[in-house]
């Protein structure tokens, strides 16, 4: 039989035991997130079907780096193990249902699994109103190298819920709740989306009977996407949606029109005339050719001199460096070769016409956007004249640059 004083012992240290278990419970006010199970997409080419043991193996790991990322930035992750339904918007039925559960934010991950690649995303809602709070995606080759990526995505994803959930309460972003599908003529294309912010394109399948559906995302109203498709010795299409509350019929995507730039504009050396470039853009918006045409006199203004006329063809390649498309300034670098021919006005003159070839290693240029497909440009040019004709072997102008400035209008 226990001792008086050793049970009344045993009965205080349960007690406090159980008033710290219940302190710690009242103390624990850190916000909520319910976890749900990851949503699985497989290889449209095989009917949909999912490599179960890759998709385990890559759902623990996003799951779990998502559960500790959550857990050492202060929040408290509650675990539902039912997938959502899929009968209302995702960010809808995921907020409602974490909302019941007492959470202030639902995490749902979403996995696509294809032969050697996987892509990823998180998306995390504001369970007061279905905002999207924070998320990352990705895709890359499956294997050993993409869990660390997992890991860095799930990271990203809870930085931006802090940096969130910091600045609540803020302003509803409205979700998109459907799916974009893509049409294309170019049968087993790449397609890849740019998302906002992302730095670089996110593969998202291949087109297979004119159509590719992609992966849910939950994309802000209002967002504009570009989606281009790629296949081997074809050019590269593209084409831009912007988001709306309905869904677009779809994304289609065709060979279009020739883009191009006309530039008109004058420089040091060439006040007393004109220039007028056509760039062509075969491909990206990166890079292009282009082909100039510049007509203008030399004239002294002195009693028995006589002008002389230029004219100046340049043809050669050229690439945007800095800032993407959209952009309101950009700059860029150019080079090719030109044929100057110089005609002597001068009635005594013995030789009428003198052509000399140059090359252009060196044009910088900038551009900045007025208003529509309106720009102002300038660039500066350094020309090697090869000796040929009139021009002496050497730097053009003693190698200072040339100077040159005038408006751009683009044709698209």
């Given at each position: 039989?226990?001792?008086?004083?050793?049970a009344l012992?045993?009965?205080?240290?349960l007690?406090?035991?159980l008033l710290g278990?219940v302190?710690?419970?009242?103390?624990?006010?850190?916000?909520?997130?319910?976890?749900?199970?990851?949503?699985?997409?497989?290889?449209?080419s095989?009917?949909?079907a999912?490599?179960?043991?890759?998709a385990?193996?890559y759902?623990?790991?996003?799951?779990?780096?998502?559960?500790l990322?959550l857990g050492?930035?202060g929040?408290?992750?509650?675990?539902?193990?039912?997938?959502?339904?899929?009968?209302?918007?995702?960010?809808a039925e995921a907020?409602?249902?974490?909302?019941?559960?007492?959470?202030s934010?639902?995490a749902v991950?979403?996995l696509?699994?294809t032969p050697g690649r996987i892509?990823?995303?998180?998306?995390?809602?504001?369970a007061t109103?279905?905002?999207?709070g924070?998320?990352d995606?990705?895709?890359?080759f499956?294997?050993?190298?993409?869990?660390?990526l997992?890991d860095?995505?799930?990271a990203?994803?809870?930085?931006?819920?802090?940096a969130?959930?910091?600045?609540r309460?803020?302003?509803?972003?409205?979700?998109?709740g459907?799916?974009?599908?893509?049409?294309c003529p170019?049968?087993?294309?790449?397609?890849s989306?740019?998302?906002?912010g992302?730095?670089?394109?996110?593969?998202?399948?291949?087109?297979s009977?004119?159509?590719l559906?992609?992966?849910?995302?939950?994309f802000?109203?209002g967002?504009?996407?570009t989606?281009a498709?790629?296949?081997?010795?074809?050019?590269t299409?593209?084409?831009?949606?912007?988001?709306?509350?309905?869904?677009?019929?779809?994304?289609e995507?065709?060979?279009?029109?020739?883009?191009?730039?006309?530039l008109l504009?004058?420089g040091?050396?060439?006040?007393?005339?004109?220039?007028?470039?056509?760039?062509f853009?075969p491909g990206?918006?990166?890079?292009f050719g282009?082909?100039e045409?510049r007509l203008?006199?030399?004239?002294?203004?002195?009693?028995g001199?006589s002008?002389?006329?230029?004219?100046?063809?340049?043809?050669?390649?050229?690439?945007?460096?800095f800032?993407?498309?959209?952009?309101?300034?950009?700059?860029?670098?150019s080079?090719?070769y030109g044929?100057?021919?110089?005609?002597?006005?001068?009635?005594d003159?013995?030789?009428?016409?003198y052509?000399?070839?140059?090359l252009?290693p060196?044009?910088?240029?900038g551009e900045?956007r007025?208003?529509?497909?309106?720009?102002?440009?300038?660039?500066?040019?350094?020309?090697?004249?090869?000796g040929?004709?009139?021009?002496p072997?050497?730097?053009i102008?003693?190698?200072?640059?040339?100077?040159?400035?005038?408006a751009?209008?683009r044709?698209r």
């Amino acid at each position: 039989m226990m001792r008086p004083d050793r049970a009344l012992a045993y009965a205080l240290i349960l007690a406090i035991a159980l008033l710290g278990a219940v302190a710690a419970e009242a103390e624990d006010t850190s916000p909520k997130v319910t976890l749900f199970p990851t949503l699985l997409r497989g290889d449209p080419s095989r009917g949909g079907a999912v490599d179960e043991e890759s998709a385990a193996v890559y759902s623990a790991a996003l799951r779990s780096s998502l559960k500790l990322r959550l857990g050492e930035a202060g929040y408290s992750v509650v675990e539902d193990g039912e997938s959502l339904e899929g009968g209302f918007p995702e960010a809808a039925e995921a907020s409602s249902r974490a909302a019941k559960a007492g959470s202030s934010f639902a995490a749902v991950c979403e996995l696509s699994l294809t032969p050697g690649r996987i892509a990823y995303r998180i998306a995390i809602y504001d369970a007061t109103d279905a905002s999207l709070g924070a998320g990352d995606g990705f895709s890359a080759f499956s294997g050993l190298a993409a869990l660390s990526l997992l890991d860095g995505a799930a990271a990203r994803s809870v930085e931006k819920l802090a940096a969130y959930d910091a600045r609540r309460p803020g302003i509803a972003r409205r979700l998109v709740g459907y799916r974009l599908v893509v049409l294309c003529p170019i049968e087993g294309a790449e397609v890849s989306v740019e998302l906002p912010g992302s730095s670089a394109p996110i593969r998202m399948g291949r087109i297979s009977g004119g159509r590719l559906e992609l992966p849910y995302y939950p994309f802000v109203q209002g967002t504009t996407l570009t989606v281009a498709a790629a296949a081997l010795g074809r050019r590269t299409l593209r084409a831009s949606v912007a988001l709306g509350a309905e869904s677009p019929p779809s994304i289609e995507l065709s060979e279009g029109k020739p883009r191009y730039d006309l530039l008109l504009g004058t420089g040091t050396g060439r006040l007393m005339g004109l220039g007028g470039e056509l760039r062509f853009f075969p491909g990206s918006e990166w890079l292009f050719g282009f082909a100039e045409a510049r007509l203008y006199a030399g004239y002294d203004f002195q009693q028995g001199s006589s002008p002389l006329v230029h004219t100046d063809i340049w043809e050669g390649l050229g690439s945007y460096l800095f800032f993407p498309p959209p952009a309101r300034f950009r700059m860029g670098y150019s080079m090719g070769y030109g044929i100057l021919v110089c005609t002597v006005t001068a009635e005594d003159a013995s030789d009428r016409q003198y052509c000399d070839f140059a090359l252009l290693p060196v044009e910088l240029f900038g551009e900045y956007r007025l208003k529509g497909n309106m720009c102002a440009w300038t660039s500066l040019r350094f020309a090697y004249a090869l000796g040929t004709a009139l021009l002496p072997k050497g730097w053009i102008g003693g190698g200072a640059p040339a100077l040159s400035i005038g408006a751009l209008w683009r044709k698209r």
